[in-house]
């Protein structure tokens, strides 16, 4: 099984940037699909970016497109998310989720429902 922890959220001024972390453990990571999605308060958790297991492609929600850029980085058993440019509207939990490795089928990225695993959120804050 896969254990994911994220950190690495906190407040931070709009415009600003910060840098999301999400260890995982297990063997297979390096064949593990990984996202990130949030939740703000009243609202359902929506997609944010994804990567392919191989790292050779990911996907972004328009809304954060060209300011979060998702990372893998299998020697260290980590995925990162650079967030850049952060908006008010940005400020929610951040879920790190996992696609079990040996997982078949179409990978619908941004549906929450193809993720297995999941940490227990990190809350980023942005001020206006």
């Known amino acids: 099984q896969v254990q994911l922890v994220e950190s690495g959220g906190g407040l931070v001024q709009a415009g600003g940037s910060l840098r999301l972390s999400c260890a995982a453990s297990g063997h297979t990571f390096s064949r593990s699909a990984m996202g990130w999605f949030r939740q703000a308060p009243g609202k359902e958790r929506e997609f944010v970016t994804a990567?392919?297991?191989?790292?050779?492609?990911?996907y972004y929600a328009d809304s954060v497109k060209g300011r979060f850029t998702i990372s893998k980085d299998n020697a260290k058993n980590t995925v990162y998310l650079q967030m850049n440019s952060l908006k008010p509207e940005d400020t929610a939990l951040y879920y790190c989720a996992a696609r079990r490795a040996a997982r078949g089928g179409t990978y619908y990225y941004s549906a929450p429902v193809e993720y297995d695993y999941w940490g227990q959120g990190t809350q980023v804050t942005v001020s206006s």
């Open positions: 990567i392919t297991r191989s790292g050779g492609s990911t």
